[in-house]
């Protein structure tokens, strides 16, 4: 189903009372289902008869990621999972009444659950808190005990190829153009970088914006086809999938600190500075990652 058809369907159940406890947010792009889980948090919490409005304070908190009852986790890793002792910690919030939206709501983004978790989840799901919705965000519904899926109303996002706007394209090619620049021997060039990235108010999306970068590197290092690529024009560099990977990592678990670290800037300058150092301490050492023209 194609995201702006899920968004209205989801306002529809909101809007005629059947709200499900717990969703499966599955297959199609991880931009899809991260904004439609957001505007689903944000309609359920709306203030507004035509909701979600994006102008009440519960709306402009939850797009903040600050709103104290809507809570984004997304685990660690290029795999990410969820501990035990994480979810034990979720699990006591739960059971709270709300403090200022009219529900809480959790928003998993995990690809795997070991055992332990996986059962300790599926307790939540057999007997879900009155005053919490839940939404697990994940690749595939086959990486879920079965039990864990049935519980859940799944919702599948179409699984065509993301395809970036021009302008998506163009801040894409200047922030990889402005990597390739950087060496470790002259930090004011990471925090100009930084500053540039925090003053177009769109840090999220430059982060997924270098994630889908890395993530076709990845692909064409292995040996994909072109037609896969999000950037089918994209060139190949000296780096080994072991450095793209650790590279992709970095990037998630910034994205992870940036909705609750108080210091943007700092956490921008230290993942590329680690960029840099994966690359071999300079940007441009060896042949660079580049796009044909």
Avoid at 18 to 39: Q, W
Avoid at 144 to 152: A, D, E, M, N
Avoid at 157 to 172: A, C, D, P, T, Y
Wanted: charged share 30%; aromatic share 8%; glycine share 4%.
């Amino acid at each position: 189903m194609e995201a702006k058809r899920i968004e209205r369907y989801l306002k529809n159940s909101i809007a005629k009372g059947r709200l499900s406890s717990a969703y499966l947010f599955f297959a199609g792009s991880s931009e899809d289902k991260e904004k439609a889980a957001l505007n689903f948090a944000k309609a359920i919490e709306c203030e507004k008869k035509d909701f979600p409005c994006n102008s009440c304070e519960n709306c402009l908190k939850i797009e903040s990621f600050v709103h104290p009852d809507v809570k984004w986790l997304r685990g660690e890793g290029v795999v990410s999972s969820l501990t035990i002792d994480e979810l034990r910690e979720i699990q006591k919030e739960m059971y709270f009444k709300p403090y200022q939206g009219k529900k809480r709501v959790y928003i998993f983004e995990v690809e795997r659950l070991n055992e332990e978790t996986s059962n300790a989840f599926l307790k939540t799901l057999e007997e879900p808190p009155e005053y919490t919705t839940l939404l697990l965000i994940a690749k595939s519904d086959k990486e879920f005990l079965p039990t864990i899926v049935s519980r859940c109303q799944k919702i599948m996002f179409s699984s065509g190829k993301r395809v970036l706007k021009k302008e998506e394209k163009e801040i894409q090619e200047r922030l990889i153009a402005a990597m390739n620049s950087l060496s470790l021997q002259n930090p004011l060039g990471i925090f100009a970088m930084a500053e540039e990235i925090i003053n177009e108010n769109e840090i999220d999306s430059s982060l997924k914006l270098l994630l889908s970068f890395y993530r076709d590197l990845l692909l064409l290092k292995n040996g994909a086809d072109k037609r896969f690529l999000t950037n089918p024009e994209l060139t190949d560099e000296e780096l080994s999938s072991s450095q793209i990977m650790e590279i992709i990592e970095l990037i998630i678990n910034t994205r992870a600190q940036i909705h609750q670290s108080a210091n943007l800037k700092l956490s921008l300058e230290v993942m590329l500075m680690n960029i840099l150092a994966i690359k071999g301490g300079y940007g441009g050492t060896g042949r660079r990652a580049s796009f044909r023209s």
